[in-house]
């Protein structure tokens, strides 16, 4: 059973960065010729539902992002995926939420459904 724990939230300024953590256990699931799985990240604003901000494909490393955060963040991996990490630069006051990393299955489009149930999520605040 795959585990997740996410850290790294805080408070920044507009135009700031931040690197969010996702500590992955147990992850077992096995790209097939049709279904490819991951890591994704995903954000919670205030009074709104759960949108996805990207996600990593465990086998390929391929890598996708909504685009609202394109060309300012980046999703990588350590060597032995023990850890995801969502570098956040340029970042704006619209980025505030809880932050959530989950497994995932991701379509051909490159969108990132969650497989899992949330955990604790991380608060991130961007605000002067």
């Known amino acids: 059973e795959v585990n997740v724990v996410e850290s790294g939230g805080g408070l920044v300024q507009p135009g700031g960065s931040l690197r969010l953590s996702c500590h992955v256990s147990?992850?077992?699931?096995?790209?097939?010729?049709?279904?490819?799985?991951?890591i994704g990240w995903f954000r919670q604003a205030p009074g709104k539902y759960h949108t996805s901000v990207g996600c990593?494909?465990?086998?390929?490393?391929?890598?996708h992002y909504t685009d609202a955060v394109k060309g300012r963040f980046t999703i990588s991996s350590d060597s032995a995926w023990n850890t995801v990490y969502l570098q956040m630069n340029r970042m704006k006051v619209e980025d505030t939420g809880v932050y959530y990393c989950?497994?995932?299955?991701?379509?051909?489009?490159?969108?990132?459904?969650?497989?899992?149930?949330w955990g604790q999520g991380t608060q991130v605040t961007v605000s002067s």
């Open positions: 989950a497994a995932v299955t991701i379509g051909v489009t490159g969108t990132c459904f969650p497989l899992t149930d």
């Open positions: 147990g992850f077992t699931y096995e790209d097939t010729s049709v279904d490819e799985y991951g």
């Open positions: 990593t494909s465990k086998q390929f490393g391929r890598t």
